[in-house]
Nanobody
Framework: QVQLVESGGGLVQAGGSLRLSCAASGRTFSIQHMDWFRQTPGKEREFVARISWTDNSSAYADSVKDRFTISRDNVHDTVYLQMNSLKPEDTAVYYC?????????WGQGTQVTVSS
């Protein structure tokens, strides 16, 4: 099993920045990639960013490209999401997601609220 603990959400004004963290523990030896998703009430969870644990490549949703940066700390099995130039439409619950070679896991979510 893998446990994911997220932190770093909060309230910020438009144009501001936040950094989310997601620390993985447990059976983390076969991580393939870690991702961030987000969800607002009444909408489906949407992909935000991904980072590969094998080659460090990354991918982003078009809506956050050039504003958000995903990074990782292999030693501590932690993934970060640096969010800059935040917009009110970035308001959502942000979820960490991890895939191994045999399963996947979700974090509990952290609220990000961007005021206009």
């Amino acid at each position: 099993q893998v446990q994911l603990v997220e932190s770093g959400g909060g309230l910020v004004q438009a144009g501001g920045s936040l950094r989310l963290s997601c620390a993985a523990s447990g059976r983390t030896f076969s991580i393939q990639h870690m991702d961030w998703f987000r969800q607002t009430p009444g909408k489906e969870r949407e992909f935000v960013a991904r980072i590969s644990w094998t080659d460090n490549s990354s991918a982003y949703a078009d809506s956050v490209k050039d504003r958000f940066t995903i990074s990782r700390d292999n030693v501590h099995d932690t993934v970060y999401l640096q969010m800059n130039s935040l917009k009110p439409e970035d308001t959502a619950v942000y979820y960490c997601h991890l895939e191994t070679d045999s399963s996947w896991y979700w974090g509990q979510g952290t609220q990000v609220t961007v005021s206009s």
